[in-house]
């Protein structure tokens, strides 16, 4: 056989042998799964989202009155404290005149109607600083009593005033003015004496000094 006629033989035979086709092997599949797995984290993190905001969108009011609790609480105490100070101090200005057996002082400095406190100091070996105050009660009648009680006397905290009421410092209870000088005992003021003699509020020496014992705290 002739080597032409053997060479168009093997091309036949070549011809019709099956060709393995080489097929591209894509990663179709992975890329599925990777794309399936992404849009589920980012599902889970929108939801996450939404949770945390909603979260924070409920905690802020919250916080927001908490903040307006505590303002409140802080103005409170300053007024309460500027209003102790206040009624502690107004008896500045209010004159006085002071003999051996009295003192005295003008009708007219209580018509306002506040409590006006003030102190005598004794000039004896036991010194002792005696603390009372006076004020024209919602009735028109002036009153007087020592700034202390006897159930709180020893905390030294005495009263101050709180619209038509006297407020025992320690304790927090309130007496109308009205009662002053009329009840005495447990947290009531302490009743000092007094006289209204020609325009003036008169209170006898030895009176305040009944009131030593209630500052004595040695």
Same mark, same amino acid.
Request: net charge positive; glycine share 6%; with cysteine.
């Given at each position: 056989?002739?080597?032409?006629?053997?060479?168009?033989?093997?091309?036949?035979?070549?011809?019709?042998?099956?060709?393995?086709?080489?097929?591209?092997?894509?990663?179709?599949?992975? !890329?599925?799964?990777?794309?399936?797995?992404?849009?589920?984290?980012?599902?889970?993190?929108?939801?996450?989202?939404?949770?945390? @905001?909603?979260?924070?969108?409920?905690?802020?009011?919250?916080?927001?009155?908490?903040?307006?609790?505590? &303002?409140?609480?802080? @103005?409170?105490?300053?007024?309460?404290?500027?209003?102790?100070?206040?009624?502690?101090?107004v008896a500045d200005v209010v004159s006085s005149e002071v003999s051996t057996t009295t003192v005295s002082y003008p009708v007219s400095a209580f018509d306002d109607g506040q409590a006006k406190h003030f102190?005598?100091?004794?000039?004896?070996?036991?010194?002792?600083?005696?603390?009372?105050?006076?004020?024209?009660?919602?009735?028109?009648?002036?009153?007087?009593?020592?700034?202390?009680?006897?159930?709180?006397?020893?905390? @030294?905290? @005495?009263?101050?005033?709180? !619209?038509?009421?006297?407020?025992?410092?320690?304790?927090?209870?309130?007496?109308?003015?009205?009662?002053?000088?009329?009840?005495k005992g447990g947290c009531n003021p302490a009743p000092l004496n007094r006289k209204i003699v020609d325009g003036k509020v008169v209170i006898q020496v030895e009176d305040i000094l009944e009131g030593k014992?209630?500052?004595?705290? &040695?």
């Amino acid at each position: 056989m002739s080597k032409k006629k053997k060479s168009q033989k093997n091309k036949r035979i070549s011809a019709n042998k099956p060709v393995a086709k080489k097929e591209a092997v894509l990663p179709i599949k992975a !890329e599925n799964n990777k794309a399936q797995k992404a849009t589920s984290e980012d599902k889970r993190a929108a939801k996450k989202a939404i949770v945390l @905001g909603t979260k924070k969108k409920n905690r802020l009011p919250v916080v927001s009155l908490a903040v307006v609790v505590c &303002l409140l609480i802080a @103005g409170g105490v300053f007024f309460m404290s500027r209003k102790e100070q206040k009624t502690a101090s107004v008896a500045d200005v209010v004159s006085s005149e002071v003999s051996t057996t009295t003192v005295s002082y003008p009708v007219s400095a209580f018509d306002d109607g506040q409590a006006k406190h003030f102190e005598y100091a004794t000039h004896a070996s036991d010194a002792v600083t005696v603390k009372y105050f006076i004020l024209k009660s919602s009735d028109g009648v002036i009153r007087a009593a020592f700034d202390a009680c006897d159930v709180c006397w020893r905390a @030294g905290k @005495g009263y101050y005033q709180s !619209e038509d009421v006297m407020v025992c410092r320690n304790c927090g209870r309130t007496f109308a003015s009205v009662l002053v000088n009329e009840v005495k005992g447990g947290c009531n003021p302490a009743p000092l004496n007094r006289k209204i003699v020609d325009g003036k509020v008169v209170i006898q020496v030895e009176d305040i000094l009944e009131g030593k014992q209630y500052f004595s705290f &040695l």
